[in-house]
């Protein structure tokens, strides 16, 4: 991504740095991305599209696909790894090694399809990591929670015929906010009927409406659907903070998302949960929102904040 861009290198630069600031580093298990095999890639994207999305990089193209997906001629090994990064995620969590992880992964992928790249994805991360899952570890029912403030219509798409991957977004509503897909009549299609769940919440919508839709909506789901490993889309750009989008939440909503998600993934699938970045795109409340996240996954207190700021 080119300077100027609001999904840029610095994102992530700058949470690393928090991290250490925060003295984090040593509680935390550093695993490696690896550039996955094209094959595993092939079951989310379809192979011309990859190639066409290489192609574009390594002649320097600035844009692939729509404008707003801006490239660099490292963006090709740089999507591939943030899909290689959830995937370490997942050996990682199905070999016991951790209980939990927050892949700290970009350019984000919950837009992306499985021919087309848009809203700064390319790869759709979290898509990648839910077959890789399933074909090397046999894990059979697989819910994503995308708590972006966009819908994550790719992954939508990709999974809205599979009964066995249910998808839930909660989102700025479609009829204010990009991509203007997700609302709540989209419920799955064919075999996939019912295993979409579509949380739209009104401009200006905050921790309380957030808590109350997940609570109401999102726990229930959940614990119907029983999973075996459960993947967060974890942007923050519903923060009141980011410029990107109208929702007004804090960290304190990431918080306790994140503390019931480890609650009932303790109570249905050994605690196995795999975490991915998508947005956020204001540094500060980016690098607040994902390391009170972080904190969480590990067990720890993290201390309110909505209450200081009125
Ligand atoms: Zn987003």
Redesign the pocket.
Known sequence: MRTGHPENPKRLEALIGAIDEAGMRESLILLEPYAPALASLHAVHDPAYLEAFRTAAARGDRHFAVRDCSISERSYETALLAAGGVMAGIDAVCSDRADNVFCAVRP?GHHAGRASAM?FCFVNNVAAGARYARSAYGVERIYILDW???HGNGTQALFEEDPLTFFCSLHEHPSFCYPGTGRRLEKGKGAGAGATLNLPLAPHAGDREMIEAFEREVVPSIEAFRPGLILLSA?F?AHHDDP??ELECTEDAYVHMTRRVLELADRLCEGRVVSVL???YRTESLVSSAIAHIRTLQGREVPPCSSARG
């Open positions: 984000p809203g972006d403030v966009h942007g750009d990107i989008a998508e947005g956020g």
